[in-house]
């Protein structure tokens, strides 16, 4: 079942903070988070497990909130080579970790000088 | 080498055609997977191979068929495809037994005419 993502597009001045969402209606056993840009191969940002956590890869960091089956990826102080369509991809609980990964539809980021 | 290398990079190809995709990865993961991906649509899973073997296909028609070598080469042959086929389709590899992040290859831009 796909994951929800929220919003699907964001435009953004450099230098200023986006969240992105991403929830889903069944228990998760992980949530993996990708970055696209256009007319390249996705890029793997971080993964997040069930119990909840929290990761930061440079000034970009995500949480895992298993009570709601959420997780959010905060860019701050965002730069240019931020913009992409970011994916967030789940797995479910009670399947094999590592081989069904299910992409929500993304979010659009665009950061402007 | 932490590359996942995809040939060719384009490919148009007629519907009695048969044609082959090739995947390959020297970063030792033994779990490679097939992802078809529309425009502006988020990647979609067609198969996954475990150790050489073929341990998830999607529903995907016949006409797609996988194989996989050996431990670094993953193949998509291509037979009797439709118009509709016409899509990125994206390798990827991980580690088994994690989950661990995938790492995408930079896609095959099919065109079905």
């Known amino acids: 079942q796909q994951p929800v993502q929220s919003p699907q597009a964001v435009i953004l001045r450099e230098g200023e903070d986006a969240v992105i969402n991403c929830s889903s209606s069944k228990a998760l056993y992980s949530v993996h988070w990708y970055r696209q840009k256009h007319g390249e191969a996705p890029v793997f940002l971080m993964i997040l497990l069930k119990g909840g956590e929290q990761k930061g890869h440079d000034k970009i960091s995500a949480s895992f909130n298993e009570k709601k089956q959420q997780s959010s990826l905060y860019l701050t102080a965002s730069q240019l080579s931020y913009s992409g369509t970011y994916f967030c991809g789940t797995e479910r609980v009670g399947e094999t970790s590592g081989s069904r990964l299910t992409f929500g539809e993304g979010t659009q980021l665009t950061v402007n000088p | 080498d932490t590359e996942v290398t995809q040939t060719p990079k384009h490919l148009v190809m007629g519907m009695t055609n048969k044609k082959s995709l090739k995947c390959e990865q020297h970063m030792g993961h033994r779990a490679m997977y097939w992802y078809k991906q529309k425009a502006k649509k988020p990647p979609e899973l067609m198969f996954v191979?475990?150790?050489?073997?073929?341990?998830i296909n999607e529903s995907v028609p016949s006409r797609f068929s996988p194989e996989c070598p050996n431990s670094s080469l993953l193949n998509l042959h291509l037979h009797a495809l439709q118009p509709e086929d016409s899509a990125l389709y994206l390798c990827?590899?991980?580690?088994?037994?994690?989950?661990?992040?995938?790492?995408f290859g930079s896609g095959t831009r099919l065109t079905v005419v």
């Open positions: 191979y475990s150790y050489e073997k073929l341990s």
């Open positions: 990827a590899s991980s580690q088994v037994g994690g989950p661990w992040g995938y790492t």
